[in-house]
């Protein structure tokens, strides 16, 4: 079936702008992350929804980021006045029920802050 | 905090041969690890996991294999094949559920 799909795949914004990152999970998956990695980095973790309850935000740098999950399926991560340090790729990952703890990838979108 | 590091940045390898791609991690509390490749401009792919009550696990052509006792991990490739070429990432899980990762290894396959 489909994977992990992320849009838009490429965003540009001025300092300042505000963006939203979109995620669809893989169908049926429960858990969804938002991670975010830098330039020769490996991820770093945001965020952690269970089907709609975002269970754990302590990966979010600041008070900027938001992220929501309303139905429980697709997810939105939202920037605030976007600062150039946001500048770097951002990674849906989803994963079905517990125990299973495989974690499906995302494209990820590649954010730059001008 | 803690986290998970790679011991050599780069590794090159002639096609056909074996790969051994290594980890250390530090939280002693992870009790399950996760092997991802990254090609450029593309999200992880999952290549391979274990939990912490195993010591070995393999797949086709990837074996992963962990040492508690020197929080040691390893993906070994057998016939690296110039497809193989990417970033290879550890992942660990400790007491929640997101995964910490290290910062990589480029594996590079000589023709």
């Known amino acids: 079936g489909a994977g992990v799909s992320q849009s838009p795949r490429y965003k540009v914004a001025k300092r300042g702008q505000d963006v939203a990152l979109r995620c669809d999970p893989i169908?049926?998956?429960?858990?969804l992350f938002w991670y975010q990695q830098a330039l020769g980095q490996g991820p770093e973790f945001l965020t952690y929804f269970q089907n709609e309850a975002q269970l754990d935000k302590s990966g979010l740098p600041s008070d900027r980021f938001f992220a929501e999950r309303p139905e429980g399926s697709v997810s939105t991560l939202k920037i605030q006045r976007t600062q150039q340090e946001d500048s770097a790729v951002y990674l849906c990952a989803s994963s079905p029920s517990p125990p299973s703890d495989t974690q499906y990838f995302g494209p990820g979108t590649r954010l730059t802050v001008l | 905090g803690e986290s998970v590091g790679l011991h050599l940045p780069t590794l090159s390898v002639q096609e056909g041969d074996n790969s051994i791609i290594n980890c250390a991690y530090s939280n002693s509390a992870s009790d399950y690890f996760i092997w991802y490749k990254q090609e450029s401009g593309k999200g992880p792919q999952f290549i391979i996991d274990i939990r912490s009550n195993m010591d070995k696990r393999q797949g086709q052509r990837v074996t992963v294999l962990l040492n508690k006792t020197v929080k040691h991990l390893s993906l070994q490739i057998a016939a690296t094949q110039p497809g193989d070429s990417a970033v290879y990432f550890c992942a660990e899980r400790a007491s929640r559920r997101a995964l910490t990762f290290g910062s990589g290894t480029r594996l590079q396959v000589q023709p």
């Open positions: 169908s049926g998956h429960v858990s």
